[in-house]
């Protein structure tokens, strides 16, 4: 039972995951037309990390990848609910977006800012690795 609710809370996840990388793309190509939820200071911007010289990778923003990181981890999430053996690659996922957690937290040390909606999906990236570690240890 434990199993399923692990698994349960790593869908939420994705979908909480994926509501807040589409909304840093939107906040990537539409920085000004009503600015960002999380622009409080320059210190703590949404809109500096997310237009910054950082913010794209080969012209992509880096907030599309995180739409991808988070869909395919709701996908390799239902497909272990349904009983598929995917339970290394989920693990294999969640520690690839860990790396990119990493870097990306250095990349807001560079820029000396921080972006709240950001660290929202690194945490998420954390509980899903910690939850996903925990799955591959009980199957």
Partial sequence: M?????IIIL??????????????VYNHYYPN??????DITAAISCAVVNSGIYSTILGIPVALFGVLWFLILGVFSWKVLKGRTFSKQLLGWNVIGMFFVIYFIYIEILL???CPL???????VLFSLIL???????L
Avoid: D, E, P, R
């Fill in 112 to 114: 000396t800012t921080i």
């Fill in 132 to 138: 996903s570690l925990l799955l591959y240890k009980k």
């Fill in 33 to 38: 037309l009503q600015g960002s939820v999380c």
């Fill in 11 to 24: 869908i939420v996840l994705s979908i909480i995951g994926l509501g807040t990388s589409f909304y840093l």
């Fill in 2 to 6: 434990q199993k399923k609710y692990f």
């Fill in 118 to 124: 950001c660290t929202v999906v690194h945490v998420l």
